[in-house]
Nanobody, 125 residues
């Protein structure tokens, strides 16, 4: 089992930055690929970025390339999402997830076995 807990969400002005954290506990080998998703009201959960927990490989959805950076601190069992140049369209609940097999293409939510509870990010003047 893997337990995940997000933090770092909040209210930020357009053009601003936030860094989300995802603290992981439980079986490290079960984490496999970890990722970030987001879900805006009335919309489906959307993949943002993924990282291979053991090798550090990363993959991004096209719309966030150049603005968002996924990273991990393995000794701290923590994954991060650095979000820069935020836009109102980035407003959503952000979730971290774990347990998918690694691949270089967009991830579906059904590929992940473990989820955090989500953290709200609101981008507004």
């Amino acid at each position: 089992q893997v337990q995940l807990a997000e933090s770092g969400g909040g209210l930020v002005q357009p053009g601003g930055s936030l860094r989300l954290s995802c603290a992981a506990s439980g079986r490290a080998f079960s984490r496999k690929t970890m990722g970030w998703f987001r879900q805006a009201p009335g919309k489906e959960r959307e993949f943002i970025a993924a990282i291979d927990w053991s090798g550090g490989l990363t993959y991004y959805q096209n719309s966030v390339k150049g603005r968002f950076t996924i990273s991990s601190d393995n000794p701290k069992n923590t994954m991060y999402l650095q979000m820069n140049t935020l836009k109102p369209g980035d407003t959503a609940v952000y979730y971290c997830a774990a347990g998918a097999p690694w691949h270089y293409s967009d991830y579906g939510a059904n590929e992940y076995a473990y989820w955090g509870q989500g953290t709200q990010v609101t981008v507004s003047p």
